[in-house]
């Protein structure tokens, strides 16, 4: 069955710092991957998805199939940056998602 | 668009009840699945309905159950409710393709 790990529950980072959310996920063949933002008092939103290849708000992610990873990346984070990130992956109609990491962002 | 609407947004039941969830997908998505995410946890796969039917489950009982109506409309039903089952049930729409999923902004179930 597919899995999805993000290792970091909480992640802290100061204003204009770089900042990376881990995520691996296992599964032997090619999911797609999916990184989605929850914002406080707000619903679960897409962020960005790997095959678009797109950047989101300064938010990058990147395909590592040798490391079975899909970590998001931003290289100067915000205060607004601040939220609960959910890591996913999709294999077969079936939609799986990471534990989250909660992201701050201090001034 | 009002995205994916579910109700009630809050709910207190009492254990060995039976409860039923709502969900109304965004317009133009066909595709619904159901999600129950406990406190401090990521949503957990309950199960998908496409077409009226159930395409795919996780690793829920039975006493978890669905339907999906020809609007594309969706209710998760919940049977013989333990404590355990307290927590906020996430509807998600889509279409069958590459896109991710729209949420809606759940439903907060409480078993007393």
């Known amino acids: 069955a597919q899995r999805v790990t993000q290792p970091e529950k909480l992640l802290s980072v100061f204003k204009g710092a770089p900042v990376e959310l881990k995520c691996n996920y296992s599964?032997?063949?090619?999911?797609?991957l999916f990184w989605y933002v929850q914002y406080s008092r707000q619903r679960l939103q897409l962020l960005l998805r790997?095959?678009s290849r797109e950047s989101i708000k300064g938010f990058t992610a990147d395909l590592n199939k040798g490391e079975t990873s899909f970590h998001l990346k931003k290289p100067f984070a915000q205060e607004e940056d601040s939220a609960m990130y959910y890591c996913?992956?999709?294999?077969?109609?079936?939609?799986?998602f990471g534990a989250g990491t909660r992201l701050t962002v201090k001034p | 668009d009002a995205g994916v609407t579910q109700s009630p947004t809050h709910l207190i039941k009492t254990r060995g009840q039976q409860v039923t969830l709502r969900c109304s997908p965004k317009?133009?998505?066909?595709?619904v699945s159901w999600y129950q995410q406990a406190l401090g946890q990521g949503p957990q796969f309950i199960f998908q309905y496409y077409e009226e039917e159930e395409r795919q489950r996780g690793n829920f009982p039975d006493r978890f159950s669905g339907h999906q109506f020809p609007n594309y409309s969706s209710e998760l039903n919940v049977n013989a409710l333990l404590l355990g089952d307290s927590a906020l049930y996430l509807c998600?729409?889509?279409?069958?393709?590459?896109?991710?999923?729209?949420f809606g902004s759940g439903t907060r179930l409480t078993v007393v």
């Open positions: 996913a992956s999709r294999w077969n109609n079936d939609m799986r």
């Open positions: 790997h095959i």
């Open positions: 317009s133009g998505h066909d595709t």
């Open positions: 998600a729409s889509s279409l069958p393709s590459i896109y991710g999923y729209t």
């Open positions: 599964y032997s063949g090619s999911p797609e």
